[in-house]
């Protein structure tokens, strides 16, 4: 009776170590197999996507087969390991253990996209509804309850986002962008805080970054920018209004077309700083990191005027007179390209 138990014990070993030799075997090769492709392939695995349910649709799909010692390879070896969603790139040579590294690496396909230096919050807006490959979230809102959504209920939109390019993969959300540029504009605004000029006319961060945003509409030329600055700090320390152009314009929001009239520098709105004292209440674009350095670092010096030459740049004068003189050669016989801001530089200029 012993003997015949050990027998059966015996036969059970053998047979359990065939069962897994078997099992390592289809694990090795499905693991090893190419995958079934002839050309480049984008798969998509959504939020909340399971390794097997992936598997199993790559094999219904015939990108690959052995899904079920896959799934168990996983299980068994991969299971602290999470599942990144969004889009993988697949190419004709890879074999399921290529597959299966992506997925741990997170290697999914990145998108971008810019919110530029000067943009207004509507521009924002118009370039995110515009980017298909995002999970469009915040189309039917308006922008007080955007920015409740954001957690910043009862603050303007208007400058609170960094303008830079952004990745994103796609189930990304417009709104999961916004709060990136939002806490990336903290982020740049502290630390230039941290390194300002002692005796500027601000009480809060908040009031340079108003002062920034008119800057970038200022000028394209970085080295005017803390000339720029200079001019506007001046003139908040002796009373003076600032009277810039992209304030009016500003304030003339969907009015604007083009140009600016005598009419429109007289038309009183919340914005306009040739009617008001001191800046307006919001700011008026995307302020980039050196226009909020140049706010928090004025240029020295006496000039309080300034006019555009016509090529992007400007001459900066300390009275009146001068500027008056500048302004008649500058302005009232405008050159042919006369342009507002600077030549775009091509790709031999760089």
């Given at each position: 009776?012993?003997?015949k ?15 897994l ?21 984008v ?21 690959l ?29 890879q ?18 996209i ?21 999970e469009?979230?915040?189309?039917d ?95 908040l ?5 600032l ?26 709105t ?12 919001t ?10 350095n140049?706010?928090?670092n ?19 004068s ?22 507002s ?10």
């Amino acid at each position: 009776m012993i003997r015949k138990l050990l027998l059966l014990l015996e036969c059970s070993v053998v047979f359990a170590g065939l069962l897994l030799g078997l099992a390592a075997w289809q694990q090795h090769e499905a693991l090893h197999q190419p995958l079934k492709l002839t050309a480049e392939r984008v798969i998509e695995v959504p939020s909340g996507a399971t390794p097997g349910g992936v598997l199993n649709r790559l094999e219904a799909d015939g990108i690959l087969d052995k899904a079920f010692w896959l799934r168990q390879y996983w299980r068994f070896n991969l299971h602290r390991q999470p599942l990144h969603s969004g889009e993988y790139q697949l190419r004709p040579g890879q074999t399921v253990t290529d597959l299966l590294a992506m997925w741990q690496r997170g290697d999914v396909i990145q998108y971008s996209i810019t919110l530029v230096e000067g943009w207004n919050f509507r521009q924002v807006r118009s370039a995110l509804a515009r980017e298909q490959r995002l999970e469009q979230t915040l189309s039917d809102i308006d922008d007080e309850e955007l920015m409740s959504r954001l957690g910043l209920a009862g603050l303007h939109p208007e400058g609170r986002f960094f303008p830079d390019t952004y990745s994103f993969v796609r189930g990304t959300t417009d709104l999961d962008l916004l709060q990136k540029a939002n806490a990336r504009l903290e982020k740049v605004l502290a630390e230039e805080w941290e390194k300002r000029q002692d005796g500027l006319p601000y009480k809060e961060p908040y009031d340079a970054l108003i002062m920034a945003s008119m800057i970038e509409r200022e000028t394209g030329v970085p080295q005017e920018r803390g000339e720029i600055a200079g001019v506007f700090v001046r003139r908040l320390r002796i009373g003076m209004r600032l009277q810039t152009d992209p304030t009016v314009i500003y304030g003339m929001g969907a009015r604007y077309n083009g140009r600016i009239t005598r009419a429109d520098l007289r038309e009183h709105t919340p914005y306009n700083t040739y009617t008001i004292d001191g800046m307006p209440p919001t700011p008026i674009a995307l302020a980039g990191r050196e226009a909020i350095n140049a706010a928090l670092n004025p240029v020295a010096g006496k000039s309080l005027y300034f006019v555009a030459r016509g090529d992007g740049s400007h001459v900066f004068s300390e009275t009146l007179e001068q500027h008056n003189r500048a302004v008649r050669e500058y302005q009232l016989r405008r050159r042919a390209d006369y342009r507002s801001s600077p030549a775009p530089v091509t790709p031999q200029q760089q």
